[in-house]
């Protein structure tokens, strides 16, 4: 699954390194790698710097996302010997589409509706950057420039009150695969706790079901995993995103 990318945005591109995948163009930038990079010591140093020193010159972060099961076994020293600093660790979990997809269930006053529109997608970004601090720009461009790419491989859904986003997630189909990634699921705190998210993953589901999707697979928060878990989701490895950013921010 790791080399199967969507639809690139315009102005976005993909770059091979050895056995990377560099992708250059969005707000930072991300590297793709096999479970086994099959190098090691100075070699493998060489190709870690050389994707650092690639961003460095572009003025862009990047992020290295790795799993407990890669090798070499020191691959995330080496990683942050070069300067990237880990995350927050997450846990993949993986799940059976037919067994999620479901009517969903939302509290009252509460409307789930799919959207496109670029207003609707600026929405979102503005209320995932008030809940985590981001730059709502960032988001707007990265899930804009999916949807106007591959308006039928991506699904952006959002929850309303009284007009308001209160809760927005996505789903990512893979084409010619068995699976789709559910990706987002943030929900604003006072909303949190009402069956929001559960009721997104249901809906996104079905989607999924609907094209043919057999699995879905999530990198989840500490908060999200026990929620999938007692849908039927199972833990498959744990991921921790690596990033380097110019001048260590």
Known sequence: ???????????????????????????????????????????????????????????????????????????????????????????????????????????????LRRVAEDADIRRIAMMESTVWGMDWRRLHGFLGGQVAAAPDDIAVLVAEADGEVVSAAWLVISPGTAFAGLRGGTTVPAWRGRGIYRALIAARARLAVARGVEYLHVDASEDSAPTLERLGFRAATTATPYVWTPGGA
């Open 1 to 111: 699954m790791r080399g199967v990318l969507p639809v690139l945005p315009a102005g976005v591109r993909c770059e091979r390194d050895g056995p990377l995948l560099r992708v250059v163009g969005h707000f930072c930038g991300f590297v793709i790698a096999p479970r086994d990079l099959g190098l090691s010591g100075a070699d493998l140093d060489r190709l870690i710097v050389r994707q650092r020193d690639c961003f460095a010159g572009r003025g862009e972060a990047v992020e290295w996302k790795t799993r407990s099961h890669d090798m070499p076994t020191d691959l995330t020293d080496r990683l942050r010997a070069a300067g990237f600093v880990p995350g927050n660790p997450q846990t993949v979990l993986i799940g059976r589409a037919a067994d999620t997809a479901a009517e969903p269930v939302v509290p009252a006053g509460v409307v």
